[in-house]
Nanobody, 124 residues
Framework: QVQLVESGGGLVQAGGSLRLSCAAS????????MGWFRQAPGKEREFVAV????????YYTDSVKGRFTISGDNAKNTMYLQMNSLKPEDTAVYYC?????????????????WGQGTQVTVSS
């Protein structure tokens, strides 16, 4: 059974930074794509970023490119999302997820395991 636990969310002013962490257990961490998604109130859950361990590839949705960085530490089975230059529109519950596929996976339908989410609130 795979377990994903997010942490690091909080309240920050616009222009500030936060680093989210996702601790994984229960399955080999480095084989499958790992991603971050977010869901704002009244909106659908959307893709934010993915890291493909097999090739070290990362990919971001356009709205966060240049501001967010996804990374991971295989030894700690932990994935991170460094978020800089935060904007009020980044406010959402952020979820980490693990796919059952390798490579760059952006569709939430391809993710099998999900964390409980962590709230990020950016004030203007």
């Amino acid at each position: 059974q795979v377990q994903l636990v997010e942490s690091g969310g909080g309240l920050v002013q616009a222009g500030g930074s936060l680093r989210l962490s996702c601790a994984a257990s229960g399955r080999t961490f480095s084989m499958y794509a790992m991603g971050w998604f977010r869901q704002a109130p009244g909106k659908e859950r959307e893709f934010v970023a993915v890291i493909s361990w097999s090739g070290g590839t990362t990919y971001y949705t356009d709205s966060v490119k240049g501001r967010f960085t996804i990374s991971g530490d295989n030894a700690k089975n932990t994935m991170y999302l460094q978020m800089n230059s935060l904007k009020p529109e980044d406010t959402a519950v952020y979820y980490c997820a693990q796919s059952d596929r390798v490579g760059v996976v952006t569709s939430l339908l391809r993710y099998k395991y999900w964390g409980q989410g962590t709230q990020v609130t950016v004030s203007s």
